[in-house]
């Protein structure tokens, strides 16, 4: 199988996707990251990160029914799919290794 | 959360987004902008969300934003990056596959821009002469014109009284001023003696203009008689710097003390009026009490209106506003006066029929089509070899249109390459610019520099590039796009008849431009000769002046016996103008029997004994003022023309009315030319000068014995007038500086002229090296049979040569008419003669034959076997 990679910014947006379950499609997703991670993230970055995940095959997308409020335009809804999840369990489990193979003194540094 | 109605996201980038983002993801990309656009309004404010959407409107666009779903079809697109690229190499490897088509494109365009460019700056530097004063839009000239028995004269020399009176009497006239001939003047500080280029004017004139003061101020800078303002040049040469030159004396014409008062900047090309100093207009009458006199008429005159002023209006007012002076006392006509704005003057200084017409405007409009000639050239060469060379890329356009593309997609690649080319040619024409352009400043005596760092400068040439490569590529596209892929595919490519005429069209048209060009370089270089080579009615070579002034003026007497004693010198004389050039003009002739309302501007001159001997004139009747006649001092000379406008049969002897005197004509002159050719001869009244000798002794020398003859006079007059140093000028040359705007303009069609045949035939020989190579089996097996290589040489060249033939046919009548227009602006004009088009004609074939023998040469030798053995 081929190797998963996430990059950073994709690890954080597909969990964000996880986070938002039934509800994730780029706004909300753009929204969420601003204000949960406060970080600066453009709305492009966001909609081509989404694009590439689905390319790599760890989102599934489909599109929406049509509401008002955005001119009668769809809604193109997100779903982490069960290779998505793997690479997210993945990537935690590579963290937690790496944690748990800090020494007590360092730990302690780091709690400070 | 719904948008409110005004509050929507900036239009342009929704459009963008919804026209060119990726077609897959373009509905639910409006949607979410949409919301986020909500979002931002909300949580940062309009100003920021407008940013953040137009930016990640910009950012989501197809070039910019990943490509997705490789897989899979999706709507095709000639701006996908792939195609972009794509469109890039093969542009490039076609450049590099047939190097001398590329680069007689690329040179060829480039010459044509850089010409066009050069043409530009020229242009802006002429329409920036007068441009920098503050008030420019107030500021304007006076001129006056006469009506006398249906006719109408324009005058643009008023009488000096003219300011003072229009402020008075025109209350939207805020300010005035005289302004007279500049002329040399002698000035002094100790022993410091230089000749300064001098003018008087009124205490108005530093706030109308907006000449920089270094010292003093607008308003006290010609305040009093005895003020002068002076010029960073002269404030340095006389006393070091402008800060110390304030309120020192210097001694003008070694007789008067004036009072430094301002100092300004020096006066750049661009403005009109040049001076070194100025004096006030009072001093001015002070020296000359006639310019109190609303008769005569000498200086300029300028206004400035108040800002609410309504020109017409003003115009109105001043049209009668003589007839309450003087000036048309006892006088059959009417003098009306007219204005002029200020910076239009120096383009547009010509008065025909009392009008302003023209001037130097006729230059830059010549230039400026001269300019877009010269682009077209190129633009057709461009056109020519990418038609004629369409069979090698016919193939590319019959596989890219099997596979999909659409006809829109390769006129837009075929046109992106000329762009491209025609961005390359720019690099090279503003490189070529920048290395010609001290060359064409010392040619037309100039100082332009490229304005590298004025965005209007990068403007034109972002808008010659486009210009020049939609022109360019636009034929090409069309013609390329429009070829049927079955028929490229199947076989060999076959023009259909149309094309071939299109491009023969075009050649004709190069080439008539180019026979336009010729022939006016050959017309405008023959009146330039015409005119300085024209028998003037005097004798102007050898003719020496200089000016009458400081002790001179009272030792005329002992001058002119010591001069005459020079062995080099033949006669003496003196005139109160120069020889070359004399304007000044008179209204008060009348003449018993003459016409009332039949009134005529006389050319009056002051002159002494000798003169007609001292000029070589002619007299045709009577005789030259002697002095055995004590009675000539009431006696006057006239020439033809004013005999002709008088309509006397017996002239000598006849008495005339000049303002309230009596004065008998004793000769008559034949014509003579005593200003440029621009003008006819005007009736010309001489008078004796004997008593006040003033303006310019005249000198005949012998030829020969210049040098030698020069500096004996300079030591005579040194002796005799200390305190001015000796300047002199020679007729001849001065003559020949009236003309220097036609020489210059002469030289510079000649260049162009060079340059449109020159890209002419770049095309013409890229043209024969595509045919030649087209032909290359025919001229094998013509050879292979027996032809000879003057046959070959001839069938090549025929074809070509019709079109020049039939280019020149058809461009004759059009250079005609436009330089029939262009000789109109002289008085005496040269015949436009037959030989002068058979000239530009012979010039034309031989360089076209010329240029196509080397190809033609090079394909008629070449081996038969060699061509044919691929076969």
Redesign the interface.
Known sequence: MKRTFLGELEEVVLLTVAVLAEEA???TV??ELDQKTGRAV???TV??TL??LE?KGYLSSE?GGA?A???G????FFRVTAFGRKALREAKEARETLWNAMSPQTLQLMSN | MKPKPHAGPPRWAAWLLSRWSNPDAREELQGDMLEMYAYWLESLGKPAADRKYALAAIRLLRPLARPTHATGYSETHSFSPAMIQNYFKIAFRNLLKSKTFSAINVFGLALGMACSLMIMLWIRDERAVDAFHTNKDQLYRIYMREYFSGKVQGVIWTPGVLAEELKKSVPEIEMTTPFSWTIQQTFSVGNKIHKQATNWASGDFFKMFSYKLLQGTAEGALRDRGNIAISRKMAEAFFGSPEAAMGKAIRFDNRKEMTVSAVFENIGASSSLQFDCLMTWDAYVDDNGWAKDWRNTDPLTFFKLRKDADPAKVEAKMLHLLDKTNRDEGKPYKTQLAMQPFHEYYLNSNIKDAKMDGGRIEYVQLFSFVAVFILLIACINFMNLATARSSRRAKEVGVRKVVGAMRSMLAGQFMGEALLIAMLSAMLAVLLVALLLPAFNSLTSKQMVIPWSEPSFWGVIAGLLAVTGLLAGSYPAFFLSSLNPVRILKGALKFDSSSVWVRQGLVVFQFGLSVILIVGMIIIYRQVGFVQNKNLGFDRENLVYFPIEGELFNKFDILKEQLTQIPGVKQVSHMTATPASNGNGTDGITWPGGDPNGQVRFTPVGIGYDFTKTMNLKIADGRDFSKEFPTDSSGVIVNETAVKVMGLKEPVGREVNWGKTKVRIIGVLKDFHFQSLHTAIRPLIAYLGARQPQGSVVIRIQAGKTPETLAAMERICKKLNPAVPFTYAFTDQEYARQYQSEQIVGKLAGYFAFLAIFISCLGLFGLAAFTAEQRTKEIGVRKVLGASVAGIVGLLSKDFLKLVVMAFVLASPVAWYIMKRWLQGFAYQIDIEWWMFALAGVIAVLIAIFTISFQSIKAAMMDPVRSLRSE
């Open positions: 499609y780029a706004v753009a929204q453009g709305f492009s909609h081509t694009q590439r390319e599109m509401t409020e955005r001119g335009r769809r809604k193109r």
